[in-house]
T-cell receptor, first 113, second 113 residues
């Protein structure tokens, strides 16, 4: 079975500050890991994914995440927060490319001017 | 990539009635997935829909309540039957057209009154 834990249901940062959203996973097989963003009243948009290969993954909008197998973590970072980054962020895991995703509970990011 | 069109985008329904949500993918996919996102919550998998076979439901979801059709490789429907206010949620369909990346529709925001 797979599971995802997102630490912090709400994170608040100042504009220009570092964004760090934490995600830990549990998986009995090498995982596929994802971060999605959901803006109000919209669907989910993929930020980035890790399948195999390089453990530092770069995504859209300046976000990146690092897969750390020893820590079973896949934390999402962005060096400088923008107001437009305010949204709900979901970490997700799957066993293969064709299995359904298991989502974390989500982290709401607020950006303060 | 894939574009998933989902409709309706929102609806307000009377309790006891049923609503059918449609999901159209712009490419052929083996499996499609239906998720529910209750207010302020994360996404929970309802069922997996393979073309040509019955959908596979997750624990807590039953076919009589959430019948699913999958008539071809680009289309699926989810019906929410005999609705109650507890069914008020966002319902999302998803597909993974290869390459370990799940795409989502914009969601159907359902309110049951």
């Amino acid at each position: 079975a797979q599971s995802v834990t997102q630490l912090g249901s709400h994170v608040s940062v100042s504009e220009g500050a570092l964004v760090l959203l934490r995600c830990n996973y549990s998986s009995s097989v090498p995982p596929y890991l994802f971060w999605y963003v959901q803006y109000p009243n919209q669907g989910l948009q993929l930020l980035l994914k890790y399948t195999t290969g390089a453990t530092l993954v770069k995504g859209i909008n300046g976000f990146e995440a690092e897969f750390k197998k020893s820590e079973t973590s896949f934390h999402l970072t962005k060096p400088s927060a923008h107001m437009s980054d305010a949204a709900e962020y979901f970490c997700a895991v799957s066993a293969t490319g064709n299995t359904p995703l298991v989502f974390g509970k989500g982290t709401r990011l607020s950006v303060i001017a | 990539s894939a574009v998933i069109s989902q409709k309706p985008s929102r609806d307000i329904c009377q309790r006891g009635t049923s609503l059918t949500i449609q999901c159209q993918v712009d490419s052929q996919v083996t499996m499609m997935f239906w998720y529910r996102q209750q207010p302020g919550q994360s996404l929970t998998l309802i069922a997996t829909a393979n073309q040509g076979s019955e959908a596979t439901y997750e624990s807590g979801f039953v076919i009589d309540k959430f019948p699913i059709s999958r008539p071809n490789l680009t289309f699926s429907t989810l019906t929410v039957s005999n609705m109650s206010p507890e069914d008020s949620s966002i319902y999302l369909c998803s597909a993974t057209p290869g390459r370990a990346e799940a795409f989502f529709g914009q969601g159907t925001r359902l309110t049951v009154v």
